[in-house]
């Protein structure tokens, strides 16, 4: 369980290609390795890797062809940037909101605006992903916990506006058009979107004689 404030963003050091298999090796801060042990989970880019050795400051990771295929992990090149959250403490404040670490998929960076002192981005999803997408609601983004600006149900996309400090901190100011990041759904609200789906089509008889 992640709680969605990114501690900081760091260069991939080294790849290891694999067949259906890449290991991640990324340099931490003291701040980040304090306490980290082998088979720890830590989210790298939204998504929740295993920790698999640590030699001095560098952290290894073995990512799977399904969260290859799934997720941005599979394009990654030597010197790519990513951002970076170890798992939440029990007692830890939730600043953003909960993340699972599991990534519905990749969102597109089809718009980007930078006004005075922000950054607003629109992304575009898969259509059967923006049900679960409302204004103001929770969304992950390379792990960041965000707030929706505005939806676009037509078009399947949505809208988010950074703030400088959330710039500062990861790696969402580098992004750009065509760009594709990792996203995560608010689990609660897929749960309620689910729910009432379900409902309405179980009931969909006894609904239409009650008009």
Request: charged share 20%; with cysteine; net charge negative.
């Amino acid at each position: 369980m992640y709680t969605g404030i990114v501690q900081g963003c760091f260069a991939i050091k080294k790849i290891e290609r694999k067949k259906g298999l890449h290991c991640l090796h990324i340099e931490l801060p003291d701040s980040l390795l304090e306490g980290l042990m082998i088979g720890a989970s830590v989210g790298v880019d939204g998504v929740c890797l295993t920790v698999t050795s640590i030699e001095a400051q560098t952290v290894s990771f073995d990512v799977m062809q399904q969260t290859l295929s799934l997720t941005t992990l599979g394009q990654l090149e030597q010197g790519d940037w990513v951002n970076v959250e170890r798992s939440a403490k029990q007692g830890v404040e939730i600043g953003g909101h909960i993340i699972s670490g599991h990534v519905d998929g990749c969102a597109e960076v089809i718009a980007v605006a930078t006004p005075d002192n922000n950054r607003v981005v629109r992304y575009q999803v898969a259509e059967e992903k923006i049900k679960y997408i409302f204004d103001k609601g929770f969304i992950g983004l390379n792990g960041c916990s965000l707030t929706v600006a505005d939806v676009d149900k037509t078009n399947a996309s949505f809208r988010v506006c950074f703030i400088p400090e959330t710039l500062r901190m990861t790696t969402h100011g580098k992004k750009q058009v065509g760009d594709k990041i990792n996203f995560e759904i608010d689990r609660q609200t897929q749960t309620i979107v689910d729910t009432v789906e379900n409902f309405l089509k179980a009931n969909a008889g006894s609904l239409m004689g009650a008009e």
